[in-house]
């Protein structure tokens, strides 16, 4: 893949989407293995820079990097010169004159790993910012989706929950729509944008939205840090009407409906308890998958490629 960043999934050519998820499949394999590393990445170093408290994403990133050989660093935002005013654009300039050959970057303003990434030779991987995108979730969820169905095109995809502040839902729903698979959207009606992406239904009510007959039910996180108005009634009245109750996993596995969520999940929110032992539940795989995905979205960008834009 002959480009410096990944910091969205819209700009990724079909070509692009299928060699990354192909070649995450013998990193996969790895997983098997009594030696679980390769020096894909040896001598190369990567840096964790994570303005956003994480731990599946940042682990995940972490386990990934170390597989391929590669060096880890932490930036300890919390200790470090961030929290005496210094601008993220001079933290880069700091991390440049280091000489790092990937940054890994999760932060609550949109568009702030681009502008890393137009600063520094580095490789930037976004590994989520603010309400905008999420892309190595939404490719990981691509490829946990492609092993249940190898043959994507026509299989239907419900994404239920918080859409409006989701990262999540834009990245997976445009990787998924790009391999051919339909994607609706589920959720009260005011976290639900009206203004939909082409092609993407948009139900309000769970009845419709199960007659619709999705083979995949996706739930989102509520994510009450993102959200500073109340956006609906009570907890207890989200799960009730939006989330998978111990009646509603009956009707799923009924069905055999597979389910997904990113975690980590709220117990009792989006899901019921039960839910977590049901047998077409691929919440475990999502992490598993995860580290392979991000190993193979490392090993394929070429730090150092492309022209750093003038301060």
Same mark, same amino acid.
């Given at each position: 893949?002959?480009?410096?960043?990944?910091?969205?999934?819209?700009?990724?050519?079909?070509? @692009?989407?299928?060699?990354?998820?192909?070649?995450?499949?013998?990193?996969?394999?790895?997983?098997?293995?009594?030696?679980?590393?390769?020096?894909?990445?040896?001598?190369? #170093?990567?840096?964790?820079?994570?303005? /956003? !408290?994480?731990?599946?994403?940042? #682990?995940?990133? /972490?386990?990934?990097?170390?597989?391929?050989?590669?060096?880890?660093?932490?930036?300890?935002?919390?200790? #470090?010169? *961030?929290?005496?005013?210094?601008?993220?654009?001079?933290?880069?300039?700091?991390?440049?004159?280091?000489?790092?050959?990937?940054? *890994?970057? $999760?932060h609550s303003r949109s568009g702030l790993p681009g502008m890393? =990434?137009?600063?520094?030779? =580095?490789?930037? *991987?976004?590994?989520?910012? &603010?309400?905008?995108?999420?892309?190595?979730?939404?490719?990981?969820?691509?490829?946990?989706?492609? @092993?249940?169905?190898?043959?994507?095109?026509?299989?239907?995809?419900l994404i239920v929950g918080d859409i409006l502040h989701s990262? *999540?839902?834009?990245?997976?729903?445009?990787?998924? $729509? $790009? +391999?051919?698979?339909?994607?609706?959207?589920? %959720?009260?009606?005011?976290?639900?944008?009206?203004?939909?992406?082409?092609?993407?239904?948009?139900?309000?009510?769970?009845? @419709?939205?199960?007659?619709?007959?999705?083979?995949?039910?996706?739930?989102?996180?509520?994510?009450?840090?993102?959200?500073?108005?109340?956006?609906?009634?009570? +907890?207890?009245?989200?799960? $009730?009407?939006? %989330?998978?109750?111990?009646?509603?996993?009956?009707?799923?596995?009924?069905?055999?409906?597979?389910?997904?969520?990113?975690? !980590?999940?709220?117990?009792?929110?989006?899901?019921?308890?039960?839910?977590?032992?049901? @047998?077409? #539940?691929?919440?475990?795989?999502?992490?598993?998958?995860?580290?392979?995905?991000?190993?193979?979205?490392?090993?394929?960008?070429?730090? %150092?490629? &492309?022209? +750093?834009?003038?301060?």
């Amino acid at each position: 893949m002959a480009r410096k960043d990944l910091l969205e999934l819209a700009s990724l050519s079909r070509e @692009e989407i299928d060699r990354i998820l192909d070649e995450a499949v013998p990193f996969k394999e790895l997983f098997t293995r009594s030696v679980k590393k390769v020096p894909a990445l040896k001598g190369k #170093s990567v840096l964790m820079l994570f303005y /956003e !408290p994480s731990t599946r994403t940042h #682990s995940s990133f /972490e386990v990934a990097a170390k597989r391929l050989s590669a060096d880890v660093t932490n930036f300890d935002v919390p200790h #470090s010169s *961030v929290v005496k005013g210094e601008s993220v654009r001079e933290t880069v300039e700091t991390l440049q004159a280091m000489r790092t050959d990937y940054i *890994v970057v $999760r932060h609550s303003r949109s568009g702030l790993p681009g502008m890393i =990434a137009r600063h520094t030779r =580095a490789s930037v *991987v976004n590994a989520g910012d &603010g309400a905008h995108a999420h892309p190595t979730q939404g490719l990981l969820d691509a490829f946990t989706v492609k @092993e249940v169905f190898p043959e994507m095109a026509g299989r239907r995809v419900l994404i239920v929950g918080d859409i409006l502040h989701s990262r *999540v839902a834009r990245s997976t729903s445009t990787v998924l $729509r $790009r +391999l051919g698979v339909e994607v609706a959207y589920l %959720g009260p009606g005011s976290l639900v944008p009206k203004a939909t992406p082409e092609g993407v239904r948009r139900f309000t009510d769970y009845g @419709e939205a199960m007659a619709w007959g999705p083979d995949v039910v996706y739930l989102l996180r509520v994510q009450m840090e993102r959200q500073d108005v109340q956006f609906f009634p009570s +907890l207890r009245e989200y799960h $009730r009407v939006y %989330g998978v109750t111990c009646e509603r996993l009956k009707e799923l596995a009924d069905k055999g409906i597979w389910l997904m969520h990113p975690g !980590p999940v709220n117990r009792g929110v989006e899901l019921c308890d039960e839910a977590m032992d049901y @047998e077409r #539940s691929l919440i475990n795989r999502q992490v598993e998958n995860g580290i392979a995905v991000r190993m193979s979205v490392l090993y394929s960008l070429k730090p %150092g490629s &492309g022209a +750093l834009e003038a301060p």
